[in-house]
């Protein structure tokens, strides 16, 4: 082999070394591409609440409960947004639209080959009706996304709202 072929072959093995550690790295960018389009955390309908929202529902006089029954009742103009309300969530009729607003950071797992990737989200596309009664669309929101690595790059395994 000339010296020429041997250096060009050394070349080729360092670009390709370097290609397979580069995919091994799991940036900010990459994670927040990949939550973005998983598609049940794009559009989302079924919403965690609080206390506060809750309270703030009944304070607005959007849920009653009735004389003669126990559970919470939505009112004509509430059942036009809402299919349900619950203590610790409501889900809406239209789904609405959720992104990453920003990743916080990314720590290495328990287990190998792992990342927990810290990140707040937002919706979109709320109807005015359901943003003035529950700050949806107004707040970023807390969660983390679970990552695991295989042969064919990064995963995203999990997502845990809080």
């Known amino acids: 082999m000339t010296e020429h072929r041997v250096l060009q072959l050394s070349c080729t093995f360092l670009l390709l070394l370097c290609a397979g550690c580069a995919s091994k790295e799991l940036t900010r960018e990459k994670a927040q591409s990949m939550i973005d389009r998983k598609e049940d955390f ?21 849920l009653f409960q009735s004389r003669f029954d126990a559970w919470w009742q939505m009112t004509d103009e509430t059942k036009e947004y809402f299919a349900s309300v619950t203590l610790n969530q409501f889900t809406l009729i239209k789904p609405v639209k959720r992104q990453v607003a920003d ?31 529950t700050g949806l669309g107004t707040k970023k929101l807390p969660a983390e996304g ?4 295989s042969e064919d790059g990064w995963r995203l395994v999990d997502i845990q709202y809080r």
């Open 42 to 62: 794009a559009r989302a309908s079924s919403i965690p609440i609080d206390a506060q929202v809750f309270d703030a529902l009944v304070r607005d006089k959007l």
């Open 103 to 133: 990743v916080d950071g990314i720590t290495d797992g328990i287990l190998p080959g792992t990342k927990v990737v810290a990140f707040r989200y937002q919706y979109s596309d709320v109807p005015d009706f359901v943003s003035k009664h």
């Open 146 to 149: 679970l990552f695991q690595f």
